[in-house]
């Protein structure tokens, strides 16, 4: 599921407006879901057509922190720092977390210009706007992103 | 903004009385306008960066400001070591020394003209740009380290330029006390294949021509004269930068429990300077700050490359390099005694005015060359730091215009083609890595940089020294 507007969204993703940079937001029936769909606004900021991200190559993340916001923003974090290193954009997305640590699966392919129209740079996900809440029956995961 | 808690001490300082937790004031620098658009997260950021410990005399917010990261961007502040002073993350923001370099080209628009759709060909394929470019340049960890070390003089010693750039660049091209030892392996890994890459947001690549002088003086020692074209390149430390941030915003969040230090914003964790977090994030800002300048002096060195392919007789001389993301320990009077201070200054430039022993020979009768970038389809400027401005703001001034509106609404309402076809009519050429970045970035997506600059120079900061008019920018 993608973008959509906040109102009656049990799941998916979307940005939100913040006068420098931009904002990501996750939500989903479950913590990990509000993740994943978090991480899904992320990349689709850094291409315009997410959907042609093939999920061909895996790779491992794992973080924690000490409350569940700064574990959002290091879950983010993660992702940016992966798609550097190995050059890549993700499209699929599956985590577990446990109190405050974060074991995750990011699924994605190589940067490729001739497949992907590339969006914009993000260089790290901040405490701006920053939150992990459950509220009206769904989970909301967001932060502002430095771009 | 709310002026009902503000005092107005001129037309173009406000001072927001110390009260509460406040060891300070603060003082914001606007006039009526530029006040009544600033966002009032400015105020309440200020007064939280006013109530750390150890910061002298005020904190401060240029014209350009708007709400940022725990300091509002356009925030100054300088602590003494002595008086338990503080070195905070959000005081030196995520991209770590970004800023402004600009180089002259010893000919006039009129020449450039005819070649100018073959030079911006030439040079949108010689600078990496937008999500995802790499440069030629890929470095192993310990090369990597030599690059935190030693700035633009790795640059150069590789081959990127030539030595006497180096007396024309902040800090002569780099800053001691750097300790690669304090930055993490992961901020490393990310930055390997990132110097010289001019990465995308607000950052660019403009050629420009000189439209109007201001300051014959100051012009003449910077070289110039109207319709010169100068080329600006505006970068920071890349990934590195941010990753310093992202760590130590844990290493000192923790340093702040340890310490005792209330922290009213996530970001504006900090720690004392004389204890061991602070010192090491000192080290870690210093290697961020010689990325900065090793990137900008490749970035720079590619530049000159491209411009001579296809001008062989142009030249590339650099006016000057200097960032508005930092913090530095500098001297400055305070109460008729000199001072060692640690000033941040997060989306301000330092702006020394004439006689400071930074300056290089040819500029000190003059001042400190600063560069304020508009938007691609108005102006930039060239000041000058001034005396008054070290007095007031501890040698500095505003770095941009600041936007009007979010990158969503400016989504909404241009797409990146019309942005480039609407640029093309002003006679404007726009090269864009990204469509999505172009709309983004739209010039009415952006405050007036000329308020801006005027307010700065009303009010003392630094003097206006040249207009720029945009010919061709490169966007990422």
């Known amino acids: 599921m993608g973008q959509k507007e906040m109102a009656n969204l049990k799941s998916g993703w979307e940005t939100f407006d913040h006068i420098a940079d931009i904002g990501i937001r996750g939500i989903g029936t479950t913590l990990e879901e509000a993740f994943e769909n978090g991480a899904r606004a992320l990349f689709s900021l850094m291409v315009e057509d997410l959907s042609l991200v093939r999920p061909v190559h895996k790779k491992e993340v794992n973080c924690s922190s000490y409350d569940l916001t700064g574990l959002f923003v290091a879950w983010i974090n993660s992702l940016i720092a992966l798609a550097d290193i190995e050059q890549m954009l993700f499209s699929s997305f599956s985590v577990t977390i446990d109190d405050h640590t974060l074991s995750g699966l990011a699924q994605g392919e190589r940067w490729t210009r001739a497949i992907h129209q590339l969006g914009i740079e993000v260089k790290g996900a901040t405490f701006t706007e920053a939150k992990v809440e459950f509220q009206d029956g769904v989970w909301i995961a967001q932060c502002v992103v430095d771009v | ?476």
């Open chain 2, 1 to 476: 903004m709310d002026k009902g808690k503000l005092k107005r001490i001129s037309s173009c300082i406000w001072e927001i009385p110390q009260e509460g937790t406040m060891r300070v004031p603060g003082y914001i620098f606007a006039n009526n306008d530029l006040l009544t658009e600033m966002d009032d997260k400015v105020m309440q950021q200020l007064t939280n960066v006013a109530s750390l410990p150890g910061i002298v005399k005020g904190a401060m917010a240029m014209p350009d400001a708007h709400w940022g990261y725990g300091f509002p961007i356009g925030g100054v502040a300088a602590f003494d070591p002595d008086q338990g002073g503080v070195i905070s993350v959000g005081g030196v923001g995520y991209d770590i020394s970004c800023g402004v370099r600009c180089h002259r080209l010893g000919l006039k628009r009129q020449r450039l003209l005819p070649k100018l759709d073959e030079l911006m060909d030439e040079l949108f394929r010689s600078i990496p740009a937008g999500v995802g470019s790499t440069g030629k340049i890929k470095l192993s960890a310990s090369k990597l380290d030599d690059v935190l070390r030693n700035g633009a003089l790795w640059a150069i010693d590789k081959g990127y330029g030539t030595k006497d750039e180096l007396e024309y660049i902040e800090e002569r091209g780099r800053i001691k006390d750097a300790d690669p030892s304090k930055v993490s392996k992961l901020a490393k890994d990310r930055q390997k294949k990132q110097i010289g890459t001019l990465g995308s947001g607000n950052h660019y690549l403009e050629v420009q021509y000189v439209e109007k002088i201001y300051d014959k003086e100051c012009a003449s020692a910077f070289g110039l004269e109207e319709d010169d074209v100068v080329v600006s390149i505006h970068c920071g430390s890349r990934a590195l930068g941010h990753q310093i941030g992202t760590d130590y915003l844990q290493i000192l969040g923790a340093a702040a429990k340890k310490y005792a230090i209330p922290i009213r914003e996530r970001e504006l964790v900090c720690a004392p300077i004389k204890s061991p977090e602070g010192s090491d994030y000192m080290k870690a800002v210093a290697c961020g700050i010689n990325c900065a300048l090793a990137n900008r002096q490749v970035l720079g060195h590619l530049a000159r490359l491209a411009v001579q392919r296809v001008i062989p007789s142009a030249e590339f001389e650099l006016i000057y390099d200097v960032s508005h993301n930092t913090c530095k320990v500098e001297k400055h009077e305070v109460g008729g005694k000199m001072r060692k201070l640690f000033v941040h200054r997060k989306g301000a430039t330092r702006a020394f005015g004439p006689g400071h022993r930074e300056l290089p020979k040819k500029y000190k009768h003059v001042g400190q060359p600063i560069f304020i970038g508009g938007t691609m389809g108005t102006c930039s400027y060239i000041l000058a730091g001034t005396e008054s401005g070290e007095e007031l703001a501890w040698g500095s001034a505003c770095h941009g215009a600041g936007r009007s509106m979010s990158r969503r609404a400016a989504l909404k309402r241009w797409k990146g083609k019309g942005v480039i076809n609407a640029l093309r009519k002003q006679g404007i050429i726009l090269k864009a890595a990204s469509l999505r970045g172009a709309a983004e970035e739209a010039p009415d997506a952006y405050k007036d940089v000329r308020k801006v600059v005027e307010v700065t120079h009303e009010a003392g900061l630094a003097k206006k020294v040249a207009l720029l008019k945009p010919l061709a920018v490169i966007k990422g």
